[in-house]
């Protein structure tokens, strides 16, 4: 695993060993940040269920303004501060349980959530977004899940923007309409 452009591009990042994260693959990764390219420099970014924290170093690397990596894993919050040293990058790194995050009310440009896919934690994590109004108007936020799940739909200003399909992999992206002033 490796990162793929931008400043730290082809820097290696460590994978855990013997134990649940599923790091999202670099030819996934690859088409997803071609997909979300324009929005990422001068962003805040959340990277929920940061495992090796790849997703958010991957928007570092491209210009991001500032990323917070959240994950409930000690093992995945250390691995993720040493990736973060690999690169050359300095970040917000919290060992914390993805919707108790939320609900402390912090907002976001760019939101992932790449959940372990049998935990059941879509339909609460986008309920909480949605509820707690954590992404900015005109953000996004890019789901990662089994190919066959079924994604929640979202209430505007939210709407689902396109699916994308890579093998087994689904992507999900989400935008949050600006708001009108009416």
């Known amino acids: 695993m490796r990162v ?3 400043s730290a591009r082809g820097r290696r990042l460590k994978t855990p060993e013997g134990y649940d994260i599923r790091p999202t693959t670099d030819n996934v990764k690859e088409s997803l940040f071609n997909i979300i390219q324009f929005d990422i420099e001068g962003r805040r ?25 959240v994950d409930r894993d000690r093992n995945a919050v250390n691995i993720v501060k040493e ?17 108790g995050f ?8 760019v939101i992932f959530v790449d959940p372990p896919y049998d935990a059941n934690l879509y339909e609460p994590v986008l309920e909480t977004i949605k509820l707690i109004d954590n992404l900015t ?6 789901c990662e899940a089994r ?36």
Do not use: H, W
Not at 83 to 99: D, H, I, M, W, Y
């Open 4 to 6: 793929v452009s931008g």
């Open 83 to 99: 990736n973060l040293k690999t690169c050359g990058f300095s970040a917000r790194v919290l060992n914390e349980e993805a919707v």
């Open 147 to 182: 190919r066959e799940r079924p994604l929640p739909d979202m209430p505007a200003p939210y709407r689902l923007r396109k699916e994308y399909r890579y093998g087994k992999v689904k992507l999900a992206i989400y935008t949050k309409d600006a708001a009108t002033g009416e």
């Open 45 to 69: 970014v959340l990277d929920l269920f940061a495992g090796t924290g790849q997703l958010g170093i991957e928007a570092l690397s491209r210009g991001a303004a500032a990323a917070t990596f």
């Open 102 to 109: 939320l609900k402390r009310g912090e907002r976001f440009d």
């Open 137 to 142: 108007d005109g953000g996004i936020i890019v």
